[in-house]
Each structure stands twice: as structure tokens, then as C-alpha cells.
């Protein structure tokens, strides 16, 4: 055995494909391929240092990590789910030969390892991290390799690959020309495998990235218009040409042409337009056949079949007919096909503008993405983010995935994702949305979601998986498409008889002309099309108005709601409380025991003392009410001998003042007279706020009062559906009182207050035993039963969380303006569904018999096939042209 | 009425009967799942219609449907199994696999997104 030293195979000396002689060595070698690659550069492979085995340097450092000391390597291990199972695979790492110190921390999912490369590899560490039970989060991704052809200089590749930092496996696929690899991308890059790769002598294949989806759908879409149109144009000019000719005998030119002749050259005109560019009849027809099923494909094949094969028979052999029903139809058969066809590209056109909307979600998708790694701003491809990543983005910039900002401010264009037009602000903390658009600061931001799990993603799924769902109303078209072909043939059937038996003269030509004509004329396409387009438009809207449709159950239902229940924390108000009034005590307007008529204290003042004692606090109220006074642009001084009073409030000394602020009972416990702050407390209270007495050095010194503050638009929202028919309902867990101020000022009449969270579902329940179909808005989390319970569930979403369980509709913008918009779409798709029904129905209804001839005892009425075909191939292309005039509804809001 | 009229009227009776007995009454093939590692799976052509169209197959054993849509034809584009609330788009020429457990005995129907082309599952 010999190592190949091109490809590093081994081979049998004997068996070699060929030998090279060089510095008194032989060489063997595999392939033409090898021997090629020798001869062009013979050094590059003979090395007096190679043993035979090449050495691979790092791709990332150019380093041998044979020859390199210890090495560190962080891996994320994505299912660690306890914080012992962090010790296990602790313990796993720390028990393999070369690893020196491993440290798994539980929190952030990753391992920090320091191993000997010499002894110890990637891929080692994690065959044991999965022996331990635990998977390593690594990105896979496939390259392509030029000229592979020896099967054996795969385990070459294979171990150079796995040889290389950062790999965890390598596996290479003659069959496929490619490396499967699965990496760290946090540790190397998709260029530095490249290098690797190339590295053992062959050329890689720019990645085939394969065309993105919306691209391939395209694509296809394309393929089968421009497949229809050449058949169409095929069709047409052929059929243009058995026209003139069928009524040559009006044609002087042509009059001299005998009549058999005539129609022999009429058969040959007309037979490539009937099977090849009407074979996908005859195709779908045969295939439908054999399933014993029937659809518009056997329909037009009957017919057209029907007329050929007459016309065949009355221009070959006459003789078997008797001389007044020697006639041909092939100007029928010719024109009912290119007819059709025109009515299958028209409607091919259209229905490609359809899912125009998931495709500008799918456009919406950012390409690279500009990340902090080892200290450097790298570009990396949005498929090697990494969770945890720190992303830069500059002014007018996409936003490649989902996170939280860690630096710098801005404001971002989300009306993509949210449908919010107005940019919104982003600061520290704050979420930002993949695939929106940064205006105008720069920032930098840790991504929180990548891959499918972004909001993006989750639309996209949504949406796609919502198009794929039934609406309740298709069930009746559905019911009468399983009965629709075969009643039609049966139709024909009869109709061919009875004009045979009872007809006028000539009764075989009325016969066969009605019988082609029912055939023709039905369109069970336009059935069947009728709901699923508009569907499809309708959900896709949604999306681009921040409306996430789950079913199209659920778009249905919508339109059809009588009460709607709204949960009062986070729905109709921000769910976060909000400093709103601060209430000096008038005998601290003037300083005690002086006759100076100054206010001791301001309103700022009186505000900065209380937001300097609550800086210590981790209440939720304290929040409110530091953040309300940085907002007013107060600094804030330091408190000392903090003292929280469990259900009473905080003691704390401020500038050398002792400042108390809690409630009631606070107040009492210290002796301090409270005046008439008392009655201000009560006016607070009654309009839903909390509020808090401040006593500073024992006298009552004022009041803050903080509240959970109603959304901007929810007063006209809840408006708008009262305009809509709807019963506005609110339900919260709150106090009475708290209830009825919110509800005054948002304009609800009905309040259902202090309902404890798992009693919302049966109040719920309550109102649809009133017979009513109830919708349900919430926030999601605590109140999934009652959204499930609900006829329709709205969920709120905030942020990038999109795919809530339990609703029937998100709402990604936080606004209740959103099922305004939802109803109102929900309502023109039914429209349009209806419609859509309606005319086919009707279409149908009406077309069959006339085309069979009822109306021929009355009024003389007999349709031609033609018109038929051109009714039929008119009616599909209606109903998807008026399911796509949906792309035009805009909410009442925006008008 | 002339023989020939007779004959006619006589032709139309037996053809209705047997359009009806076509696509109605006449028996259809069923094809029993293949298990293989504990999934039930079966390699299903979509062209004009699903074959095999009846399918066969266990309750509580997941069953995994691999669909090749071998058709531009846009009816055939998506596969509906309305009773569990799954569907699947259909790519021209890609194989795509739908996975689900049916839990409880009967049939169900499935179907494309027109309601044109009709199989139907057999959960036993």
C-alpha cells in the first residue's frame, strides 16, 4: 500500500493509475486528476518534512494547532436544561484526555473548554458532550467541491476538515459533490472552511445557496405562464388558419379547394393544437381517470375528444354517416383549446399576484449582518449568526435578526413588520425587530432570535400555514365539487338524447353541438378557486397590516362577531404603570413659624425627593415614579437608611431630611396629620390611579400619584367597533372603582371587574350562552383560556413574539386599533368569498342548461361550443381577478 | 320513435349507470403503510390525482406522507388534511413529507386546496 500524495489515497502499487519518478522516490497516484495536479507542481506535494501525511495549517491562524500550545474554545450547548446536567457535562469534558479545565456554566449555555489540540479535538469533545446526552449548537452548511471523483480521497478531506478550529463534523459526499459540515460559527467562518477545503488541492463550488424560496416559486410560476402562452400562441395562429378555411367556400380564393381536401387539411391543422398544445387536458384527464375522479381537464377532453373524433370520422370515412351529417367541427375543437389555454395563462398571471405579500415578507430578509467577533467588526452571512452576537447598525440600515439593544439610540422603521407607520424610538433595553429598517442613530444591538425562530420567520410560517387551512364556507363549495364532473357528463349524456329523440332536424348535429357545449361551458375550476384565493389575499394583507391570521376559520368568524371582551392590563392600557399627578399639601406652601408666602417646596421638588427615596426600591410603583421624574429631567439624590415597611411603604433619608412615602397606614403609624391631601388621595383614587402620601420630617408634604395609563388610540378604537356592531366589553382582575375610571374614559359600557384570571374563560362562556359570538382580546399569557375559550382569540404581541398559542389572530403592533383592522378585513374577504361563490355558482347554474338547450323551445337559443370555451376560460380568470382586488383594501384608519 | 332513436335512448341509460358506478361505487385501491422505525410511510405521486389514494394505516403510530407533485397544474399546489389540521405545499418535482399522528379510528378524507383531487386515510 502507497499513499496517493495528491489526495492522500492509499492505493496498490500495481493498480495505480499512474507513477512519477522524483528525487529517487516513486510516486503513485489515483487518478488522471492526481497526476495532473503532480505534474503542474510536483514540489507542492513532495515535501522532505511530509510524512506522508500532510500537515494542515489553520485556516483561521495560519497556525499548525498541531505544533500550537493549549487552545480555548467556547461551545454552546443548546439543551441544557439544569444546572446538574451543566455539572454532568462538566464532568464528561473534564474526564477526556487533553482537555485541561472545562467550565460549564449553566446560565449561558456554554462550555468553556481548554484543551491540548495534540491530544484532543472538536469533534472528540463533541461525540462526548452527545454521549452525556447534550447536542452542541453548531450551524451546518453544505460546499460544494469541484472534481471530486476518487471516493477515497474523501477520509483526506473529511480529517483535514476536522482538523481545522472550530469544526465539530465533517462529512464528505461523493454522490452529491459536497462537504456537510457542522461548525462553531462563533469560532470560525464560512470563508475560513473554504480555505481549508481548498487547502487539500480542490476547488470548491461558490456555495450553491440554492434559489431563495420566493425566488423558486417565482420561478416556477414564470415557467408555467411561459408554458401556457407558447401553447397558447401555438394554438391560436393554427386555429386562425382552420377558421378561414372552414369557411372557404365564402373565401373566393379558396372556394376552387374541394370540400374533402378542404377538411383534410383541416384535420392536420387542428390535430397539433388538440394533443400537443391541448395534451395537459388529455394528460390531466387520464391521470383523473385512473383515480376515478373527474375534473375540468376531463371536461374539456370529453368535449374536444368528442368533436375531433366526429369531424375524423366524417372526413375519412364518410361512408359510415349518413350525407346530411357529413359535417366537421374542427374550428370548434381548435378554438375551444386556445380559448381555454388563454384562460389558463390569464389566470396563471394573476394568480402569481396572489402571494405577492408573502413574497415581499420573504424579500424583506437581510443578507449579511455587520458583527462584533474577537473585537472586529466582521460581515458575516445572516445564516452564521449566532445567539448572544453583537450586532453594529448604522443609520439607514436593515436590521438583520431579532434583539435587545445594548448601546446607542434610534429610531427604527418597523411598518413592515408591525404595520406602525410612525418610526418608534429605540434605547437600551429595548427590542428590535430583523428585517426592520434603523433611520437615524447608529446602535449596537446582542441578538436575542435567529434562523426560524425570528419574528420574520414565525410570519412568514404563520401566514403560509394559515393559506393551507380551510374556511368553514369552502365546505359547500367542496361538497358540490365532489358531485360537480360526473353530474355534468351525466347532463351531457342526456342532453345528446334528448335532442336525438326529440329534436328538430338535423338531430345529430344538435345533439353532439349541445352535448360538446355543456362540457365546455361548466367550470368547476371556478368553484373550487373561489375561497382559497381570497384566503390567500386576505391572510397575506393581514400580514403586511401586522395581522396575523392563524386559520382562515378564524378570518371567517371574524366578520361575524357580536361582542367583543377586552382584558384592561396591556390591551386598552400599556400594562405598565406611569407617574401622572404630583400634589404639594398646601400648608407646606408656606414655611412654618415665617411669614413668607413661598412655597417651601415645589411641585419638582417634592417630586425629586420622592424618586430619590424610591431609587432604592424594586416596587414596580417605584419604578413609575423614578422614571417619571427622570423624565421631567430631575437629578436624583442619593437616599440613605433606606427602610421598605412591608405593606406600607419606604423611610429613607434624602439631603437630611427623612422622607416617608407610602400609604394610609404608613402615614398613621408616624403620627402624621394628613389635612386635606386626604380628600385630593380619594379624588385620585376614584379615577383609578394609586396614589402615595409623601411626609417629609414629619409634616405631610404631598402626593404622587402613579397609574396604569390607557394606550393612545384605544378610546377610538373601542369606537370604531361600537361603529362596527360589536357589544365592547372590559374585564380585569381590578377593584371596581379602578374598572369603571378606565372604562369612562376609553368610552366601555359594560365592565366586568374583580374577575380573577382563571375565571375570565367562563365569563367568556357567559356571553356566548347570551348567543353571542364573542371575540377575545388579551395580552396572551394569562389569559390563553379565555382566548381559547372565545370564538376569536386576538392576541396583542409585543415585540418579536409573534407565534402566540392560544390566539386565532395576532396583533404584532401593540394597538387596538388592530381588530378594527382585523374585523374590516375579515369582513371584505367574506365579501369577495361570497361573490366569488355567488358568481360561480350562478355561472354554473345558468350556463349548463342554456348550453344544453332549454332555452331553444322558447326563444331559439342555442350557444356555440365557442362561446362556451370563451365563458369558461373567462370565469376562472373573474373570480381570481376579483379575489386580487383585495390587494386594495386599506383599513377605514388609514383612509 | 325510430330504432335508431330506441338505441340512442338505451345508449344514454347504460352510460349514466356507468358514469355513476365510475365515479361513485366502483373500488378503490387501498394501500397499506409501510412501517418502517416506528413511522408509517408511504411515497405518495401527485399528478392529475394522489396514488396511491387510499391509504391504510395504524392509530397512535405517527405516519409520515412523502408528497412529489410531478404537475405544474395549479390545483394540485397544496395538500389539505383538514381533520388534523395540517396541509403542505406542494413544489412542481420536490418531495415534501407531512407527519402526524392519527389517534383515533375512521376516515378521513384529504384533498387539495380546490377540493378537486380526493384520497382518503383509513385509520385503523
Known amino acids: 500500500m502507497v499513499k496517493d500524495p495528491v489526495c492522500g489515497m492509499d492505493i496498490e502499487e500495481q493498480s495505480a493509475f499512474a507513477a512519477r519518478n522524483m528525487d529517487g522516490t516513486t510516486y503513485y497516484f489515483c487518478s488522471q486528476d492526481c497526476v495532473d495536479k503532480f505534474d503542474a507542481n510536483p514540489k507542492k506535494f513532495v515535501h522532505p518534512s511530509n510524512d506522508t501525511q500532510p500537515i494542515v495549517s489553520s485556516a483561521t491562524t495560519g497556525v499548525n494547532p498541531k505544533l500550537a500550545g493549549s487552545l480555548h474554545v467556547e461551545l454552546p450547548i443548546v439543551d441544557l436544561d439544569c444546572a446538574t446536567c451543566a455539572l454532568t457535562t462538566e464532568r464528561v469534558l473534564d474526564s477526556l484526555d487533553g482537555v485541561q479545565k472545562a467550565n460549564v456554566n449553566f446560565a449561558t449555555a456554554k462550555a468553556h473548554v481548554t484543551y491540548d489540540p495534540k491530544r484532543v479535538s472538536l469533534p472528540d469533545m463533541e461525540h462526548a458532550i452527545k454521549q452525556a446526552g447534550y447536542t452542541v449548537g453548531g450551524a451546518k452548511t453544505q460546499i460544494g467541491i469541484q472534481d471530486l471523483r476518487c471516493a477515497s480521497c474523501v477520509n483526506f478531506i473529511e480529517e483535514t476538515l476536522q482538523a481545522t478550529p472550530g469544526v465539530l463534523k465533517a462529512s464528505v459526499n461523493v454522490a452529491t459533490q459536497q462537504a456537510n459540515i457542522e461548525y462553531l460559527p462563533g469560532v470560525t467562518t464560512l470563508a475560513n472552511l473554504r480555505r481549508a477545503l481548498e487547502s487539500t488541492g480542490y476547488k470548491t463550488v461558490e456555495p450553491s445557496k440554492g434559489m431563495p424560496p420566493e425566488d423558486a416559486e417565482r420561478a416556477a410560476r414564470l415557467a408555467e405562464y ?153 460581515d458575516i452571512p445572516i445564516e452564521e449568526m449566532l445567539v448572544g452576537d453583537v450586532v453594529i447598525v448604522r443609520p439607514g440600515e436593515k436590521i438583520p435578526v431579532d434583539g435587545i439593544v445594548r448601546e446607542g439610540t434610534s429610531t427604527v422603521d418597523e411598518s413592515m413588520i408591525t404595520g406602525e407607520s410612525l418610526p418608534v424610538s429605540k434605547k437600551l433595553g429595548d427590542e428590535v425587530i430583523g428585517a426592520t429598517l434603523n433611520k437615524t442613530g447608529s446602535f449596537r444591538f446582542q441578538v436575542t432570535k435567529v434562523g426560524k425562530d425570528t419574528a420574520l420567520s414565525q410570519i412568514i410560517q404563520l401566514v403560509q400555514q394559515a393559506q393551507g387551512t380551510k374556511a368553514p364556507i369552502q365546505r359547500m363549495a ?48 371556478a368553484l373550487g378557486l373561489a375561497t382559497p384565493t381570497s384566503i390567500i389575499v386576505g391572510t397575506g394583507k393581514g400580514a403586511e397590516n401586522g395581522i396575523l391570521i392563524r386559520s382562515a376559520e378564524a378570518l371567517e368568524t371574524a366578520h361575524k362577531l357580536s361582542a367583543i371582551v377586552l382584558d384592561k392590563t396591556g390591551t386598552i392600557t400599556k400594562g405598565k404603570p406611569e407617574l401622572t399627578d404630583v400634589v404639594e399639601a398646601g400648608s407646606w406652601k408656606l414655611e412654618i413659624g415665617k411669614s413668607n408666602l413661598q412655597p417651601l417646596m415645589s411641585n419638582l421638588q417634592l417630586l425629586a425627593l420622592a424618586a430619590s427615596v424610591e431609587k432604592s426600591s424594586e416596587h414596580p410603583l417605584a419604578a413609575a415614579i423614578v422614571e417619571g421624574a427622570r423624565a421631567r429631567g430631575i437629578t436624583l439624590a442619593d437616599a440613605t437608611d433606606f427602610d421598605a415597611v412591608p405593606g406600607h411603604g419606604v423611610i429613607a433619608m434624602v439631603e437630611g431630611r427623612r422622607v416617608l412615602l407610602g400609604n394610609v397606614k404608613l402615614m398613621a403609624q408616624n403620627k402624621i396629620a394628613l389635612g386635606d391631601l386626604d380628600i385630593a388621595a380619594r379624588h385620585h383614587a376614584d379615577d383609578g390611579k394609586t396614589p402615595m402620601y409623601i411626609a417629609v420630617d414629619g409634616e405631610a408634604a404631598g402626593i404622587v400619584a402613579v397609574a396604569d395609563t390607557v394606550k393612545d388610540d384605544s378610546r377610538e378604537a373601542i369606537a370604531r367597533l361600537k361603529q362596527l356592531g360589536l357589544e365592547v366589553v372590559m374585564i380585569t382582575g381590578d377593584n371596581q372603582r379602578t374598572a369603571d375610571a378606565i372604562a369612562r374614559q376609553v368610552g366601555v359600557d359594560r365592565v366586568l371587574a374583580e374577575v380573577l384570571p382563571e375565571d375570565k374563560a367562563r365569563n367568556v362562556q357567559m356571553l356566548q350562552r347570551e348567543g353571542k359570538v364573542v371575540a377575545m382580546v388579551g395580552d396572551g399569557i394569562n389569559d390563553a383560556p379565555a382566548l381559547a375559550q372565545a370564538d376569536v382569540g386576538f392576541a396583542i404581541g409585543t415585540g418579536t413574539d409573534v407565534a402566540i398559542e392560544a390566539s386565532d389572530i395576532t396583533l404584532i403592533k401593540g394597538s387596538l386599533m388592530g381588530v378594527v383592522v382585523a374585523i374590516e378585513l375579515s369582513k371584505a374577504t367574506m365579501r369577495n368569498i361570497k361573490q366569488n361563490l355567488f358568481g360561480s355558482f350562478i355561472y354554473n347554474t345558468l350556463g349548463v342548461p342554456v348550453a344544453a338547450g332549454v332555452l331553444y323551445p322558447f326563444f331559439g337559443i342555442l350557444l356555440s361550443p365557442i362561446i362556451a370555451s370563451a365563458a369558461m376560460a373567462m370565469s376562472s380568470v373573474t373570480v381570481v381577478s376579483n379575489a386580487l382586488r383585495l390587494r386594495g383594501f386599506k383599513p377605514s384608519a388609514a383612509k | 320513435m325510430t330504432v335508431m332513436q330506441l338505441g340512442v335512448l338505451f345508449g344514454a341509460i347504460v352510460l349514466s349507470v356507468l358514469v355513476v358506478w365510475f365515479f361513485f361505487f366502483s373500488e378503490k385501491t387501498g394501500a397499506r403503510l409501510v412501517v418502517s422505525s416506528g413511522v408509517q410511510e408511504a411515497n405518495i405521486v401527485v399528478k392529475g390525482g394522489y396514488t396511491p389514494d387510499v391509504l391504510v394505516v395504524k392509530a397512535g403510530q405517527p405516519v409520515r406522507l412523502n408528497f412529489n407533485r410531478q404537475e405544474t397544474a395549479s390545483c394540485s399546489e397544496m395538500v389539505l388534511f383538514p381533520d388534523f389540521n395540517k396541509s403542505a405545499k406542494l413544489p412542481t418535482s420536490e418531495t415534501v413529507s407531512l407527519e402526524f399522528t392519527p389517534d383515533k379510528p375512521g376516515e378521513y378524507d384529504f384533498q387539495c386546496q380546490m377540493g378537486m383531487l380526493h384520497g382518503k386515510l383509513i385509520v385503523e
Not at chain 1, 272 to 295: C, I, N
Not at chain 1, 324 to 340: C, G, H, K, Q, S
Not at chain 1, 483 to 491: E, M
Open chain 1, 478 to 525: 367542496d361538497v358540490i365539487s365532489g358531485y360537480f364532473v360526473p353530474t355534468v357528463i351525466l347532463i351531457a349524456i342526456w342532453s345528446f338524447a334528448l335532442w336525438f329523440i326529440f329534436g328538430p332536424q338535423p338531430q345529430f348535429v344538435h345533439a353532439l353541438v349541445s352535448a360538446v357545449t355543456v362540457l365546455i361551458i361548466a367550470c368547476p375550476c
Open chain 1, 226 to 378: 411561459l408554458n401556457l402562452r407558447n401553447r397558447f400562441v401555438f394554438a391560436a395562429i393554427l386555429s386562425a388558419a382552420v377558421l378561414v378555411l372552414t369557411y372557404a367556400e365564402f373565401i373566393p380564393v379558396l372556394q376552387t379547394i374541394p370540400t374533402q381536401i378542404n377538411w383534410i387539411i383541416l384535420f392536420v391543422l387542428t390535430t397539433p393544437v388538440l394533443f400537443w398544445a391541448g395534451s395537459r387536458f388529455f394528460v390531466g384527464a387520464w391521470s383523473a381517470f385512473r383515480h376515478h375522479a373527474a375534473d375540468m381537464n376531463t371536461l374539456i377532453a370529453l368535449g374536444t375528444g368528442a368533436a375531433y373524433l366526429y369531424s375524423t370520422v366524417a372526413t375519412f370515412l364518410p361512408g359510415v354517416l349518413p350525407a346530411a351529417l357529413r359535417a366537421v367541427y374542427f374550428d370548434t375543437t381548435a378554438i375551444i383549446v386556445a380559448l381555454i389555454l388563454l384562460g389558463q395563462m390569464l389566470e396563471a398571471r394573476a394568480k402569481g399576484q396572489t402571494n405577492e405579500a408573502i413574497r415581499k415578507l420573504m424579500g424583506l430578509q437581510a443578507k449579511t449582518a455587520r458583527v462584533v467577533r474577537d473585537g472586529e467588526e466582521v
